[in-house]
Nanobody
């Protein structure tokens, strides 16, 4: 079992930055793909970004590819999502997820474990 806990959300203004963290316990994430998804009120949960822990390959949604970045902290078993140039449309609850056999990173059901989410609110 893997437990995931997100942190770092908050209320910021457009153009500001936030760094979200996804801390894992129970197992090392070395063999996992870790994804970030977000869900705004009344919408479906959507893919934001993902990273393959071993090797560091990353994927990003088109809407964030030039503004968001991913990194891993081996010592803390944590994945960070750096979000720059935030826009009001980035407002959502952000979730991290981890999967061992993820073939398509944008597909929610391919992830085995999910965190509880952290709220990000960007004001205009």
């Amino acid at each position: 079992q893997v437990q995931l806990v997100e942190s770092g959300g908050g209320l910021v203004q457009a153009g500001d930055s936030l760094r979200l963290s996804c801390a894992a316990s129970g197992r090392t994430l070395e063999n996992y793909i870790v994804g970030w998804f977000r869900q705004a009120p009344g919408t479906d949960r959507e893919f934001v970004a993902a990273i393959r822990w071993s090797g560091g390959t990353t994927w990003f949604a088109d809407s964030v590819t030039d503004r968001f970045a991913l990194s891993t902290d081996d010592a803390q078993n944590t994945v960070h999502l750096q979000m720059d140039s935030l826009k009001p449309e980035d407002t959502a609850v952000y979730y991290c997820a981890a999967g061992l056999s993820v073939k398509r990173v944008t597909t929610l059901r391919q992830y085995d474990y999910w965190g509880q989410g952290t709220q990000v609110t960007v004001s205009a």
